[in-house]
């Protein structure tokens, strides 16, 4: 199981360093061409483009980060740097797309000439860049914020590369030049969108809350079935990170017993906890008329 941890985390790790050289490219291609051919649009998907290749780093940071062991001074180890990480990710989306708003809105006002061709031959070397880049972090999307974060950056990206091809078919037919800064504003709320979600999801983290998914009420139907339980209280759920599920409380037995027949008791709630919420790690605290207030959240 270690060794393929281990191959599982170094293929992360080679498909970031792929898709950040991939955006590295595509962010000095995009520059170029949005100045030749006066694009806001353009430039604008080339500033995102830059955006990725920071976040894909600080990911890729992130990830080394998380792989070292725990120690006396951080005995969780540095699993949150990926949380941190995906936090990073998310408001450089949000600055970015009032960035974008307000070059956007000044456009707007004077609109100027673009080369068409040359703004559509640039995206659809940005979105193939940005496609492949999506389609090597995808898979690792699904279970892990920090990759989701970079996933979702390439992405947007690549919707607004194909926004960008579909603006300058526009100006390339009827000559509608306020396009260009009509799909960037579209594009910063699109990107928006997304970085307000997963600064939340970060935010809901960070700050210990009830994991998502995570019913307190249902946890304590169960452990209270169990046999020679009265009740649980003092009861504290958080996550370190999306999947390291932590689940802390006192539970009060019926009756006085001798401490190998409590830990009976105790395995019995640590295999319910695993097995119905997918809570690995838990502190249990046994107890007989042990605490004076039995508050379930203390």
Known sequence: ??????????????????????????????VIGGVVSGSLALLSDALHNFS???????????????????????????????????????STMIIVSFFLFKEALHRLGSPSNVDSVLMMVIAGVGLAANVVSAF?????????????????????????????????????????????????????LYVLKGGFNLVGESVHILMQNTPKGIDIKTIQNEIERVEGVSNIHHVHVWSV?????HFEAHVNLKEDMRLSESCVVRAKIEE????????????????YKGCWRDGLIK
């Open 136 to 188: 090597l972090l995808k898979k690792d999307a699904h279970d892990d914020m920090n990759m989701r974060s970079a996933y979702l950056h390439l992405f947007i990206d690549a919707m607004s590369s194909v926004a960008v091809m579909a603006g300058g078919f526009c100006i390339l037919l009827f000559k509608t030049y306020w396009i260009d800064p009509v799909l960037t504003i579209f594009i910063g």
């Open 241 to 245: 990170t999306e999947r390291d599920i």
């Open 272 to 287: 319910i906890l695993n097995h119905a919420f997918g809570i690995e790690h838990s502190t249990i605290q046994i107890e």
């Open 52 to 90: 990725d290749a920071i976040s894909l780093v600080v990911s890729f940071i992130a990830l080394r980060l998380s792989k070292r062991g725990n120690s006396e001074t951080s005995t969780f180890g540095h699993k949150r740097a990926e949380i941190l990480a995906a936090l990073f990710n998310a």
């Open 1 to 30: 199981m270690g060794h393929l941890h281990h191959s599982i985390e170094s293929g992360k790790e080679n498909r970031l360093v792929i898709s950040i050289a991939l955006n590295c490219m595509i962010t000095a291609v995009q």
